[in-house]
C-alpha cells in the first residue's frame, strides 16, 4: 500500500548500488528513483577479492566538506545481486564509501535483512576494507587538494588540521598514501610558533624553514614547570625558533587509533630526518636557566640563590637543581627581595618572604632551603648596598 511504499522509501533511499545501466521510476508520478554510488565517481576496485565477493568498489568520501561529520568509522553497503540488503559499519576504518556485491553461493537471503552479514562474516568484511584502506587513504589525497584550491575548507582551524594528519596510519603498507598526506600537509597548518605577542599557527614547510636547533615547547594545555615556561620565554628572546605542536579535535575521528597523540609527538619521531635538530624545551630548561647571566647573587649558599632579569612574565622565583633564581623584573621578586635584605636572616627568611609575596613559589623554595647551613648567612651593609644598587640600575 501507499503508506508502506513511502515508509521503505524513506527508510531505504536507495533500492541499488552501482549497478550500471540501470534506471529507475517510481510510478504513477513518474519520478526518478536514483541509485546510490554511481554518480559519486570513479571507485577503487580491490585486486584478489576473496571468493565470498562478487563484486567490490570502493572509494574515499567523495566530498571533502562531508568530512566534518567524519567519526572515523566508514559505512559501506552489502548488495545482493545490486539490491541493497544492509549497511555495514566498519569502526575506526575512515574515508571508506561503496558497496560490496556479495556472492549468492556463499551468502543466502534471509527474511532479516538486519543479519544478513552473519557475524561469522565480520572479519572477513573488515579484512577486505582494510586491506583496501591504504589506495583509499591516498585516493582521497585529489580531492583533499582540489577543496584547498577552492578554498572549500578555509574555515577549518588548527586543531581539525591536526587530528586529519594524526589519522594517517604510519605503517609500512600505508608508506605511499602517507607520502601523498605529508607533501599536502607541508602547507597546512599543524602547529603553533611562539611570536612577538602570542603563538601563531604554522606548517610544517614554515618550521623546516626556521632552520636548525627548533625547540619543541610543551603543549597549550599541558601544565608545565615554570622552570620550562620561562625557559621559552628566555628562548624566544634569544631569537630561537620554539614551536609546539596540536593536539587532535575531541569529537572528531573519534573512533580512528592515532599513532601520535600530538602533531609534536608527530614530528619528533616520524620527522627526524627532515627536521634533524629538534630540541625538547623540558629537556634543556634547566641548563639554559643555569647559563643565564646573574645580576647579582644573594646567598652563595649551598643552595645558592641568585638575582636575574627574566622578563615581567617569568615567575618571580624559580627552583633549579643547584639553587634558586629570584626573577626581579618581576613585581613580586623585587618585593622578595627587598624584604630579604630588611630582614636579613639568611635563607630561612628568604621563605617567610616568599611565602608573604610569592606563595605560588613557596613550595620549591621551602624544599630547596630545607638543607640549608645551619649557620644563617647574613649580609654586610656593604654586600646589602651593593645588592640594591644591582637592582636601581
Request: contains cysteine; proline residues 7%; glycine residues 6%.
Amino acid at each position: 500500500d501507499a503508506e508502506t511504499f513511502e515508509l521503505l522509501m524513506e527508510q531505504f533511499p536507495h533500492w541499488c548500488h552501482d549497478v550500471e545501466g540501470l534506471s529507475a521510476r517510481t510510478e504513477p508520478d513518474g519520478r526518478e528513483l536514483r541509485q546510490n554510488g554511481l554518480e559519486q565517481g570513479a571507485a577503487t576496485k580491490p585486486q584478489d577479492l576473496p571468493d565470498w565477493v562478487e563484486r567490490a568498489l570502493l572509494r574515499p568520501i567523495s566530498d571533502p566538506t562531508g568530512w566534518d561529520v567524519m567519526t572515523g568509522n566508514s559505512k559501506v553497503a552489502v548488495l545482493y545481486r545490486g539490491i541493497f540488503v544492509q549497511e555495514f559499519e566498519a569502526q575506526g576504518i575512515w574515508g571508506i564509501e561503496g558497496s560490496i556485491d556479495v556472492d549468492p553461493k556463499r551468502f543466502k537471503p534471509r527474511l532479516n535483512r538486519e543479519s544478513f552479514v552473519a557475524s561469522e562474516f565480520e572479519p572477513q568484511v573488515m579484512e577486505l576494507l582494510q586491506g583496501c584502506h591504504p589506495a583509499i587513504l591516498e585516493a582521497m589525497v585529489s580531492p583533499l587538494k582540489r577543496a584547498l584550491d577552492e578554498g572549500a575548507l578555509a574555515k577549518w582551524h588548527a586543531r581539525r588540521w591536526a587530528s586529519l594528519w594524526l589519522a594517517i596510519p604510519r605503517s609500512a603498507e600505508y608508506a605511499s598514501a602517507t607520502g601523498e598526506w605529508d607533501a599536502v600537509f607541508s602547507r597546512l597548518p599543524a602547529f603553533e610558533a611562539r611570536g612577538h605577542d602570542d603563538w601563531e599557527t604554522v606548517s610544517l614547510g614554515d618550521i623546516e624553514r626556521m632552520g636548525h636547533d627548533i625547540y619543541v615547547a610543551p603543549m597549550a594545555d599541558e601544565e608545565s614547570p615554570n622552570t620550562v615556561e620561562a625557559a621559552v620565554r628566555l628562548l624566544y628572546s634569544m631569537g630561537k625558533p620554539v614551536v609546539r605542536g596540536l593536539r587532535r579535535e575531541d569529537h572528531w575521528l573519534q573512533n580512528v587509533s592515532m599513532p601520535y597523540g600530538t602533531t609534536a609527538d608527530l614530528i619528533i619521531h616520524a620527522f627526524a630526518d627532515r627536521i634533524p635538530k629538534l630540541v625538547t624545551v623540558s629537556n634543556v630548561a634547566e641548563e639554559l636557566l643555569g647559563k643565564i647571566a646573574k645580576v647579582a647573587p644573594l646567598f652563595s649558599g649551598p643552595p645558592s640563590v641568585d638575582l636575574v632579569k627574566l622578563g615581567r612574565d617569568t615567575a618571580p622565583v624559580l627552583r633549579l637543581q643547584g639553587g634558586l633564581l629570584v626573577n626581579i623584573d618581576h613585581k613580586a621578586g623585587i618585593s622578595v627581595l627587598e624584604e630579604t635584605l630588611q630582614k636579613n636572616g639568611g635563607h630561612p627568611s628568604l621563605i617567610a618572604c616568599v611565602a608573604r609575596h610569592a606563595p605560588d613559589q613557596l613550595q620549591d623554595t621551602a624544599e630547596m632551603l630545607l638543607d640549608s647551613p645551619e649557620e644563617l648567612e647574613i649580609l654586610s651593609p656593604l654586600r646589602r648596598r651593593f645588592v640594591k644598587n644591582k637592582i636601581s640600575k
